[in-house]
């Protein structure tokens, strides 16, 4: 009986030692993280939508595009950036002319989707206001660089449109 307890007692403080022994099963690797569109694709995918774009900036994770469009000269910011590849863009522009005004600008937003400004104080005192248009695009795993396609277009109709109306040609 003795020994038939010591075999218990031994099997009972034994059992997590040898559970401990035995190597867990390893868990499955995490997927690697999307970093987003290499650089280069969307400077290019500019380039084919008829825009011209001076070379990057980058500060930091983020990598700055300026962009000339005909008569509006805007930037596109790259965030998040790493290891030469970001996944997501913000088109930005700042018109100035008479009609930059918070009451213009907030009925200009009404208006429209997905472009939105806001008002900005003049630079110096006495100049006129500011309009600043701003659209956030994120990028999306697969769907590579024509992925900007519609985005370009939309950006390039309404910051136009805004541009117009802050500041009507004569």
Known sequence: MKRLALAA???ALAGP???QEVPAASAPAAPARWNGLPVADIT???LAAGLTVAPPRANADRVYLL????PVRWVMTLFSCTDGACPD????AVFSGPNATPE???RWNGDRRFVKAF???PEVEGGEGQAVAQFDVLLSEGGGAAQLDDPIQVWRSLSLDLGRTVNPAP
């Open 9 to 11: 007692l031994l099997t």
């Open 17 to 19: 030692a040898l559970a």
């Open 44 to 46: 290019a995918r500019l």
């Open 67 to 70: 962009v000339d469009d005909g």
């Open 89 to 92: 863009v913000q088109f930005t």
């Open 104 to 106: 213009i600008v907030a």
């Open 119 to 121: 008002h900005a104080l």
